[in-house]
């Protein structure tokens, strides 16, 4: 069995298709774990859950936007989350409550029942971990709260700033090649796969997958925005990113 993983479809339904069929993902015998966020910014997260719901070894992990989605289904989504107005349909809900809204009371408990499925985590049995946004170091991760896998970049903005303390070993413009184990002597798992952050916010326009220090690995390559949808296959390394969805979406705006 071949596994991959692939997280941040944000609704680009024509992106996810495009990985897939560029790995050869065979719906039957491979495994995808998805490291959430199948919602909000582009207009087809209805045919994204479809399509994923075909994949007989799919691990699915429950990423902010979809909570988001799944209290809107429910009844339970404030709309006024901050100060500053409507924070789930400013940051791409708009137009999946439009979809919503306008889909059949099939198509709602379908999208319904996928959300809630989601786990918070997945580890498998090469002791790599898959989180949406990361986890906290000083508690057992089994102890931890959904608020913190879904939301918390702890993890992510540690590591950097670590690593900015250490010599790069190559010139790069990037974190690539860095030697160094976040973890150090707390180093108990082999990897970490986290989608939430997208790569082009921690540096610009950078629409790869960026590997923080030897042992954590971030999948968020901005798909959402003006970057590409990004599978990995864990056991080598080796990627395929799709056309950039804003391309595939010429009438819509994601979350741009």
């Not at 065979?26 to 490291?35: N, R, V």
């Not at 610009?204 to 990995?232: H, Q, W, Y």
């Amino acid at each position: 069995m071949r596994k991959f993983v692939l997280g941040d479809i944000h609704g680009a339904h024509k992106a996810l298709i495009e990985c897939l069929k560029g790995v050869s993902f065979d719906y039957e015998a491979d495994m995808l774990i998805f490291l959430g966020d199948v919602c909000d910014g582009w207009s087809e997260t209805i045919e994204c859950i479809e399509e994923l719901m075909k994949i007989k070894h799919l691990v699915y992990i429950r990423g902010n936007h979809d909570d988001w989605t799944l209290n809107y289904l429910r009844g339970q989504l404030s709309f006024k989350m901050s100060s500053t107005g409507t924070s789930w349909l400013h940051h791409g809900g708009q137009i999946t409550k439009d979809r919503l809204d306008a889909a059949s009371p099939t198509e709602r408990a379908m999208v319904k029942s996928f959300l809630r499925s989601g786990v918070k985590y997945h580890i498998d049995t090469h002791n790599n971990v898959y989180t949406h946004a990361g986890f906290n170091l000083n508690e057992p991760i089994e102890l931890q709260s959904w608020n913190t896998f879904m939301w918390d970049r702890n993890m992510v903005l540690d590591a950097i700033n670590k690593l900015d303390k250490k010599e790069k070993v190559s010139d790069e413009d990037s974190y690539f090649g860095m030697r160094e184990s976040f973890y150090n002597s707390k180093n108990i798992y082999n990897k970490i796969y986290i989608g939430h952050t997208p790569t082009t916010y921690l540096i610009e326009d950078s629409d790869m997958p960026m590997n923080l220090g030897t042992n954590i690995v971030l999948l968020d390559t901005g798909a959402a925005f003006r970057g590409k949808l990004t599978i990995m296959n864990v056991d080598d390394g080796s990627i395929f990113q799709s056309t950039p969805p804003y391309l595939l979406y010429l009438n819509e705006k994601g979350r741009n």
